[in-house]
């Protein structure tokens, strides 16, 4: 396969699919994500088939628990795979929308209207409910996209693709609206990030390494976040029940998420109460604890924390805690270490619950939550295309509006300026 050839083709067919698809209707592109919906439920074999080879051979390739996790297709999975499209196609539709319409003196209406991105391209790593997650947000905002999995999920991409083609085409929209790399070549992505004339923005998903690459080396924008080292910070005269479950909750839902809590910080008046029943908690759940020098006074077993922890993201079962005088030396540690993605404080008090909002500068902040609920589905969005922490173009998850972008419309009735 020639590589830049076959890039070529893909980008001249997503900039044809695109316009295409801005100028379809809302209920045509509903009926894509509906009867798309359909087919994966009806290739539930297919597949579980084709994951289960992706399995094997990532097993063979020595892939590590966190990473087959987020490559393994669950019933459960796919489940949430459907229940997203059918969310995202009951949503309503950003495209068309106009708002801030003002008359002005000369008798000309200015507003703004929500357009589409145009062609998106998406890179990600291992997770295969992905590729639903990202065709159906970029459909439904008029968008075509381009699609490169990890090289570990090519068969279930390659599953998934099919379902995605057949719904496009039975509501008579392109089947190259959305297109999943054939290819595990590594080339493919220099070629994707690089080509301004076909492709208008590049969100990745996965490891610091891949996005420092694409942000590094791309030629067209880049929605991104880097690390999710998130911190859950429970405020001295919290409500310990709550304070526990969040906290265990933030860190062993999951361990391989951006939106896990990989910090714990503990006011020094709430420490001694709460930690030993939280490191009993962890204990069972195999998580390994490294502290400061206040948290070992309480908790002897735990290892020294050292500075690299504070700023590490581990995806796996282990966790970081600090115990700090109050809240401004947690605000100050979240502010210095955080990757700007999610952090949560467990508190009673309004007032510093509201302080928290305000100075800690993530793209979510929480007020007695779980870190894990930072997700598109969660709020609301029907899924996301993935999370930005940074300021310009979209912030926090990336759902349908953060796929469009407005342009100035006027209205007129024959006026000239004079």
């Known amino acids: 396969m020639d590589i830049a050839q076959y890039m070529d083709r893909l980008g001249r067919q997503a900039r044809e699919a695109a316009a295409k698809v801005a100028a379809s209707s809302t209920a045509t592109r509903n009926a894509a994500l509906l009867a798309a919906r359909d087919a994966l439920d009806g290739a539930r074999a297919a597949l579980a088939e084709a994951n289960a080879r992706d ?123 959305v297109q999943v790399l054939e290819t595990p070549d590594r080339a493919a992505v220099g070629h994707l990030i690089a080509m301004p004339d076909y492709v208008d923005v590049i969100v990745p998903r996965g490891g610091k390494g891949l996005i420092e690459r694409i942000s590094r080396d791309a030629r067209v924008p880049v929605i991104k976040h880097l690390d999710g080292i998130c911190h859950v910070y429970i405020d001295e005269g919290a409500d310990l029940d709550m304070a526990f479950n969040i906290a265990l909750n933030a860190k062993t839902h999951r361990y391989g998420t951006c939106n896990t809590m990989e910090t714990l910080l503990v006011a020094a008046s709430e420490a001694p109460a709460i930690l030993p029943r939280l490191a009993l908690a962890y204990g069972d759940k195999g998580v390994e604890l490294r502290g400061c020098e206040r948290t070992r006074a309480i908790l002897p077993e735990s290892r020294a924390a050292t500075e690299q922890d504070w700023g590490e993201e581990y995806l796996a079962p282990v966790l970081a805690i600090r115990v700090v005088d109050d809240l401004d030396a947690a605000i100050a540690h979240i502010n210095r270490y955080s990757s700007r993605h999610t952090d949560s404080i467990v508190t009673r008090d309004h007032g510093r619950a509201m302080r928290f909002l305000r100075e800690v500068d993530s793209s979510s902040v929480m007020i007695n939550a779980s870190t894990r609920f930072a997700d598109g589905f969660e709020y609301g969005l029907g899924a996301e295309i993935g999370i930005s922490t940074d300021k310009l173009h979209a912030r926090g998850p990336v759902g349908l509006e953060g796929l469009t972008s407005q342009k100035y419309v006027v209205f007129g009735e024959g006026q000239i300026r004079s």
């Not at 966190?66 to 999975?77: G, V």
């Not at 801030?100 to 998106?120: A, C, E, F, W, Y």
């Not at 057949?166 to 089947?175: K, M, V, Y």
């Open 55 to 177: 399995m094997a051979r990532g097993r063979e390739n020595n892939l590590d628990a966190p990473q087959l996790d987020r490559l393994e297709l669950t019933p459960a999975r796919i489940d949430t795979m459907l229940e997203g499209l059918t969310q995202v196609a009951s949503l309503p539709d950003p495209v068309g929308s106009m708002t801030d319409l003002n008359t002005r003196p000369s008798g000309i209406q200015v507003g703004k209207m929500r357009v589409p991105l145009g062609v998106i391209g998406i890179i990600y790593e291992s997770r295969p409910n992905v590729t639903v997650e990202a065709a159906s947000l970029c459909l439904k905002s008029g968008n075509a996209t381009i699609l490169r999995g990890g090289s570990e999920a090519l068969a279930s991409n390659g599953a998934i693709a099919a379902c995605l083609a057949e719904g496009l085409r039975s509501a008579g929209l392109p089947e190259t609206a």
